[in-house]
T-cell receptor
Framework: GDSVTQMEGPVTLSEEAFLTINCTYT??????LFWYVQYPGEGLQLLLK?????DKGSNKGFEATYRKETTSFHLEKGSVQVSDSAVYFCALPSGGSYIPTFGRGTSLIVHP | DVKVTQSSRYLVKRTGEKVFLECVQDMDHENMFWYRQDPGLGLRLIYFSYDVKMKEKGDIPEGYSVSREKKERFSLILESASTNQTSMYLC?????????FGSGTRLTVV
C-alpha cells in the first residue's frame, strides 16, 4: 500500500538557518503530494502541494519539488524564523481508497 | 475560504460519560474523517465517511462510533469515555486535491 516516510524530529535550528525536512513516498502511479503544517494547539493547514513530477510547490518561503526518480518531496526553506516552529506533515492523497496517507510529522523548533 | 469547524476547542468529561464531538464543513465534501493525535504516534484514523449515512472504520475504531445524517456534519461519539481517550481530536474533509482540517478538540477525560 501507499506509505510516506519523514525524517524524525525534532529538528532544532537557529533563526535564519536553512531548513530541509526529508520526505519519501511509495505509491501507485504519480499522485499529488502535499505538505501540511500544524502550529501549536491548532489543526493541520495545507502549506503547499505539487500535482505532477518536477512540479515545485511553494508558499510562505517554503518549497518542495516532486522528484519522481527518487520518489521524494523534500521541504526546504532558505531562512527560517521563530514563527516557523511547528510540526510538518508530508502526505499523499487517497488514490482509490478514500483515505489519505500522512507521514508521522516532523517537529521544527527555531531558536532566536 | 473553505472551512471545517469543530464545535469545541477544549472539553473535560468524566469517565463513563457519552461524549459527542461535532464537525461541520461548508465545502460540499463527500469525504470526511476523524483522527486522534497523540505525542509520538502521529495521526491515527478513527472513522471516515464517503457519503451521507456511509461510514467505515479506520485504524482505531474501538470505543468510538460516528454519525453522518447530513453531508455537512460528521459527529464522533465516545460511547463511554475512558481516560485513555484523552487526546487531541481532528476532523477533516476533502478529496485528492487536498484536505481541510478543523482546529481540533482537546478532550480530557477525568
Amino acid at each position: 500500500g501507499d506509505s510516506v516516510t519523514q525524517m524524525e524530529g525534532p529538528v532544532t535550528l537557529s533563526e535564519e538557518a536553512f531548513l530541509t525536512i526529508n520526505c519519501t513516498y511509495t505509491a501507485t502511479g504519480y499522485p499529488s503530494l502535499f505538505w501540511y503544517v500544524q502550529y501549536p494547539g491548532e489543526g493541520l493547514q495545507l502549506l503547499l502541494k505539487a500535482t505532477k513530477a518536477d512540479d515545485k510547490g511553494s508558499n510562505k518561503g517554503f518549497e518542495a519539488t516532486y522528484r519522481k526518480e527518487t520518489t521524494s518531496f523534500h521541504l526546504e526553506k532558505g531562512s527560517v524564523q521563530v514563527s516557523d516552529s511547528a510540526v510538518y506533515f508530508c502526505a499523499l492523497p487517497s488514490g482509490g481508497s478514500y483515505i489519505p496517507t500522512f507521514g508521522r510529522g516532523t517537529s521544527l523548533i527555531v531558536h532566536p | 475560504d473553505v472551512k471545517v469547524t469543530q464545535s469545541s476547542r477544549y472539553l473535560v468529561k468524566r469517565t463513563g460519560e457519552k461524549v459527542f464531538l461535532e464537525c461541520v464543513q461548508d465545502m460540499d465534501h463527500e469525504n470526511m474523517f476523524w483522527y486522534r493525535q497523540d505525542p509520538g504516534l502521529g495521526l491515527r484514523l478513527i472513522y471516515f465517511s464517503y457519503d451521507v449515512k456511509m461510514k467505515e472504520k479506520g485504524d482505531i475504531p474501538e470505543g468510538y462510533s460516528v454519525s453522518r445524517e447530513k453531508k455537512e456534519r460528521f459527529s464522533l461519539i465516545l460511547e463511554s469515555a475512558s481516560t485513555n481517550q484523552t487526546s487531541m481530536y481532528l476532523c477533516a474533509g476533502g478529496r485528492d486535491y487536498g484536505y481541510t482540517f478543523g482546529s481540533g478538540t482537546r478532550l480530557t477525560v477525568v
